[in-house]
């Protein structure tokens, strides 16, 4: 019996008491998953990125290893809410516009002490400011610096359109306003090349653009390093106070720890591994999280239909942003309906080998986006569910 084949067996024994629709999570490869991305941070500790969990149970099981420190959070919603469970270094990785957010966080002494914000622009800090209501607490911000590569006189840019901070003497100008600012405490950078830990270098069925791939990468790590560098030290002749300087993803955690200026390094992603991370040469994870469907049709010879499935991920629209049919292995889309709203037909040899009420198993494209199709998340060690979980919507927090 292949790996696979032994994964999709103890799955189906865990959840054989459980209707389909079913998320579970695969502790000792979550487990696992997290000793890899300690392994390669190389001693500096790894701040979870909750967009890619989305569950306050498993945030927690991870920041209780050796290795983990902090969350990256998403919107200033999420982070006050998990400022007030308890979570005590928060760096929201995003710019906010959120004003009654800006209001709770700026008059209660605990979340501000908790939570650090994202700017990269003086409007930034305006809004805040306009927000206060009369709240008097320090905010504390991060600086967001532009990780993009450009080339050909600016003509050519490679990577995510993010924050407009790219040169280090901007990023000095700005760290100069927030310290002069009263109200305000400058206390970290952050610098995420997305473009080198988000994009996988081994694309199947496409070496020349999996080497491009590479190559562009490469140039990218060298620019990045050598102007992050410059950036920090730019910063820290204005802010010597500075905490942190975070850097990387679950895709560059070796290569961003290696830098000097780098403090410290996001993941989150690495620890489900969605189908998006079997593209990259850097590192191997085990697939930890996962969905089951039920088969509720059998139309024909070599095809079942699934309820439901049609889970698209987030970005740019395309084959690569759907789920994967992972188990039993050899299901593959129809082409002419891929994953539906409401069913969702699968061929391929195996579907001869499944009944009605079968489970069929998914990996989605993303990480944390699958928590948002299901209120629990079932742990699964070894054969057994040994506990069920809410996720964020299971909590009824929907941030995004």
């Known amino acids: 019996m292949s790996d696979r084949a032994a994964d999709r067996a103890r799955y189906d024994r865990a959840t054989a008491h459980l209707d389909a629709p079913v998320a579970i999570v695969d502790l000792e490869a979550f487990d696992a998953n997290a000793d890899d991305l300690v392994r390669r941070a190389g001693g500096k500790p790894i701040r979870v990125a909750s967009k890619s969990v989305r569950c306050r149970a498993l945030l927690e099981r991870a920041l209780a290893r050796d290795g983990f420190a902090g969350i990256m959070s998403f919107t200033l919603a999420e982070s006050l809410w998990l400022a007030r469970a308890g979570f005590t270094d928060i760096l929201l990785a995003y710019p906010s516009a959120d004003r009654d957010g800006f209001a709770e966080l700026a008059a209660d002494p605990k979340l501000a002490g908790a939570v650090t914000v994202m700017v990269d622009d003086v409007s930034h800090l305006d809004l805040i400011d306009a927000a206060r209501g009369g709240g008097d607490e320090t905010v504390r911000v991060c600086l967001e610096m532009d990780t993009s590569l450009r080339k050909l006189g600016g003509r050519l840019r490679i990577g995510a359109l993010r924050s407009p901070l790219h040169d280090p003497e901007r990023m000095a100008a700005l760290a100069r306003t927030v310290t002069a600012r009263p109200g305000f405490r400058l206390a970290g950078i952050m610098a995420y090349e997305g473009h080198v830990a988000g994009v996988g270098d081994a694309v199947a069925g496409r070496p020349f653009r999996s080497r491009a791939i590479r ?35 679950t895709g560059s955690v070796q290569t961003t720890a290696a830098e000097d200026a780098v403090t410290e390094i996001a993941a989150g992603s690495g620890l489900y591994v969605p189908r998006l991370f079997d593209n990259y040469t850097s590192f191997r994870g085990r697939p930890a999280a996962l969905f089951a469907q039920p088969v509720v049709r059998r139309p024909g010879v070599g095809v079942v239909t699934v309820l439901g499935g049609g889970y698209p991920a987030s970005g740019a629209a395309g084959p690569d942003r759907l789920p994967v049919p992972y188990l039993p292995e050899g299901l593959r889309y129809d082409p002419q309906e891929g994953p539906g709203e409401v069913q969702t037909p699968l061929l391929g040899s195996p579907a001869d080998d499944l009944l009605i009420g079968d489970k069929v198993w998914f990996r989605h494209a993303k990480a944390g986006e699958l928590c948002e199709r299901f209120a629990e998340l079932h742990l699964v060690e070894g054969d057994r569910v040994t506990a069920t979980v809410p996720t964020y919507r299971g909590e009824g927090k929907t941030f995004l």
């Open 215 to 249: 190559l562009m990468q490469s140039a990218a790590r060298k620019e990045l390093a050598a102007r992050r560098a410059e950036a920090v030290r730019a910063v820290r002749a204005v802010a010597p106070e500075l905490e942190f300087v975070n850097g990387g993803g």
